[in-house]
């Protein structure tokens, strides 16, 4: 099968050899076995990375988006300040997060083929470039040409989570819009691999459903893409939900105990993954969580488009009935105090506060996770 929704929906994948054992690993067990899941874990993790964390940033472009998604502040019908950045801004904040040591950045837009538009992307590929040597994106689902000239733009790196996947709960939290599409969603990690992006990243939103039943299809969809998309590095993530515009409530929430048995058991399964942790969590946690098996990690986060730089001067504006209605400057949660977030972050240490505990641990921040360079000189032929 060549598709990882056919392979999906055979339900072959339950079978496989790889979600067999992460099945093993994260069944219930005593704290004796966790503990020893974890030093194998961090074991691993050394070895294959060494003592190194890949920091990066996420640089909002807009938050417009014509999906309902039931847990996402950005949800088209919220009544939420918007706004869509233009690429000089774009470039401004690139600036902001270069000075601040990044060398990676990951630019992230609600999906609204209008204001997002593909060669609106492109612009802001290139404005980042311009300053940041790494940028990846994390923006709605695209076609394999839209995907080409992104990665002809300089990006490397395409991350989409498919948030659950349990098909019920999905139809059931995406009400309206194009991301009802399960299965297109599914297939684009490979349309972004086959597009020529060198990292790709999948994951799924913890807090929807059953998450041992999310891990394994996590797990069964990272082993496919090893498999078929083996010229890509994948990394994984798991966040779990935060508070945000709309109120929604996890319906299952993950422990912190929980979480660390997710985490070991897929870098025990998968030792040269990419796990991701973002700022979701707080800071205690993530101090310990480096130590287990994360590579590359947020820090210094803003979830609101120009909240680098821009959140004073910014023109927003609210949707009503779809159009947009422009918000004056005195109008309480009006104008002047930016566009609305996208989710609370937990952990609100500055990028340089991050990078000093993460040496303090003994690990070496990495502010630059790809060099376009090292892949040239590793191209057949050259
Ligand atoms: S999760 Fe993504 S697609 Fe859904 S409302 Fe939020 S920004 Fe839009």
Known sequence: MDKFSEYFVSGQWRDSAAVREVARLMAPCDDVRLEEMARQARALTLRHFGKTMRLFAPLYLSNECVNICQYCGFSRTNPILR?????????SEAEYLAARGFRSVLLVAGEHPKFVSADYVVDCIARTRACVPSVSLEIGPAEEPDYRS???????????YQETYC?????????????????????????AANGGFK????????????????????AAHADFLMRVCWKSFLTVSFPRLRPAAGGF????????????QILCALRLVFPQ?????????????RDRLFQLGITHTSAGVRTDPGGYTQKDTLAVHKRVA???VPVIASEEGGAGEGATEQFAIADGRSAEEVSEALKLLGYDPVWKDWDAALAQANSPGI
Do not use: M, N
């Open 273 to 285: 993954i990419g796990l991701v942790l973002s700022t979701r969590e707080p800071a205690a946690l």
């Open 199 to 218: 990292r790709v990243g999948i994951g799924a939103l913890l807090g929807l459903t059953d998450w041992r039943q999310e891990v394994l299809a996590l």
């Open 249 to 260: 409530q996890p319906e299952a929430p993950v422990s912190d105990r929980d979480f660390v």
């Open 167 to 191: 098909t019920e709960v999905y139809e059931r939290l995406h009400t309206s819009g194009p991301k009802r599409d399960f299965h297109w969603r599914l297939d684009c990690p490979q349309r």
């Open 322 to 324: 779809g159009k947009a």
């Open 83 to 91: 706004t869509t950045l233009t690429p000089e801004q774009v470039g």
């Open 150 to 160: 992104f990665t002809e733009a300089g990006a490397d790196g395409l991350i989409v």
